[in-house]
């Protein structure tokens, strides 16, 4: 949705707020600041303003709001309410999902091509019951069938210069199965609320697209802390974890071999098996090293013993669900990739480091530098995961599923460490 020039917004067809209409929407209008201010929910915002809707005496059957986002793997959510119900049903669209037919035929699809052509805030009354011509997008004609006699839709845009980062704007529907459909009082109730609402909205949708890209790009703990103000250089503080680090073997002579989309392909590919191993288990990605990744699983919300068996089984699922992608990918003539994996327990410090204008929320420490040279032995100890002493005797009860390896020196670490191995056939 990409704003044109200002216009001049159209007279509500009232000369007075005195009225018993003129109260309605002062009522709803105050209710929508108050609660924009407060920092509702979008999901709360149109759930309250649909009920009132209601009390103030508008015969609504269904209702629908929907907005785009800046998410990764979400294009836009929405939201239904439904009378018979008289609860919301929340939506989210994924990527591609705008491009298919039944959307591009819709009523929404039409406001938003009139909002890109120039027309500010546009808005579309259909009355259902007065014939085919008023029932011209398939969605309108389920409306009828259902029992639908009158649609009102509305967009409106945030920003300008098509700025998404708060949303690119918000689009409406009202739909009543009142014979004779909605009365003028009632959608004038809807174009003088609806603003004060679509900035309460707009507020929720600028703090929801801030939460969830710095949870994509810094991982979801380090994310909130950031939101949550955790944003001052130097600012700190100490954590007992388990350190997980991956790395691909023999990537650079893989990347030379393969166009660059096949890789970043393979890339994607192996950093999901891996993620998607430790997000039920409680371990956090903090950053993509390249064709590394490095992991943590914090003490803080679980028991010690838990918490590093919780890890040894992330590392065993992801090395078996890596064994199964890699045939798939062989099967279609796709490069594989090979990951060697080691994890350590101890002591870091988690927190802001950098420059005064660019910022890493990561950890530091020499249980960091340790879970790295661990990494490199795998290779010349011909084992996927290798764990450290420190790890193996607080799992407890690790029994077959860990071979001591003996002792071995780390580059860079004064005292040779003893190494185990996690056995790769043992059950989960």
């Known amino acids: 949705m990409n704003s044109a020039a200002p216009q001049p917004p159209l007279p509500l067809p009232l000369e007075t707020l005195d009225g018993p209409l003129g109260q309605r929407i002062i009522e709803t209008h105050i209710w929508a600041v108050r609660e924009g201010l407060r920092g509702a929910k979008a999901y709360e915002l149109f759930d309250g303003f649909c009920q009132r809707l209601v009390i103030h005496g508008v015969p609504l059957w269904r ?9 990764p793997q979400w294009n836009g959510y929405g939201y239904t309410w439904r009378r018979d119900l008289n609860a919301i049903q929340p939506e989210r669209y994924a990527h591609g999902e705008l491009e298919e037919s039944i959307w591009l035929n819709s009523p929404f699809h039409q406001l938003i091509e009139r909002a890109q052509a120039g027309e ?60 004779g ?18 900035l309460a909205m707009k507020g929720d949708a600028g703090h929801v697209i801030a939460s969830g890209l710095l949870g994509t790009y810094l991982g979801e703990d380090a ?26 073997r023999g ?69 078996q669900a890596l064994v199964v992608r890699n045939e798939a990918r062989a099967a279609a003539g796709l490069p594989v990739a090979a990951v060697d994996l080691a994890l350590h327990l101890g002591d870091v410090l988690y927190g802001n480091v950098g420059a005064t204008d660019r910022l890493d929320f990561t ?18 100890l011909d ?46």
């Open 63 to 71: 209702a629908h709001a929907a907005m785009e986002t800046l998410h």
């Open 120 to 179: 500010l805030n546009p808005e579309m009354r259909r009355r259902l019951e007065e014939g085919p011509e008023q029932r011209d997008f398939p969605v309108l004609q389920e409306f009828f069938a259902a029992g639908g006699t009158d649609y009102f839709g509305h967009l409106f845009e945030f920003g300008e210069n098509g700025d998404r980062s708060h949303g690119s704007g918000i689009v409406y529907s009202f739909t009543t199965d009142r014979k």
């Open 181 to 198: 459909g909605f009365s003028e009082d009632d959608t004038t109730l809807l174009r003088a609320t609806l603003p004060a609402l679509s």
């Open 223 to 248: 994310g909130r802390r950031v939101h949550n103000g955790a944003v001052e250089r130097g600012s700190v503080e100490s954590l007992h974890a388990v350190l997980w680090y991956a790395d691909i």
């Open 251 to 319: 990537f650079t002579p893989t990347s030379d071999s393969a166009p660059g989309p096949v890789i970043i392909d393979l890339l994607n590919d192996v950093f999901e098996i891996l993620a998607a191993a430790l997000r039920p288990r409680g371990g956090q990605v903090l950053k993509f090293l390249g064709d590394g990744m490095l992991a943590i699983f914090s003490f803080a919300d679980g028991d010690r013993a838990e918490t590093c068996r919780r890890a040894l089984d992330a590392a065993l699922e992801a090395m």
């Open 363 to 380: 950890v530091i420490g020499p249980a960091v530098n340790e879970v790295a040279r661990i990494e490199a032995l795998c290779e010349p």
């Open 383 to 428: 084992r996927k995961v290798l764990v450290s002493a420190e790890l193996a005797a607080a799992v407890e009860d690790g029994g077959d599923r860990l071979e001591p390896l003996g002792r071995h020196p780390l580059r860079g670490v004064k005292a040779a460490k003893e190494i185990f191995a996690l056995n790769l056939n043992a059950g989960l």
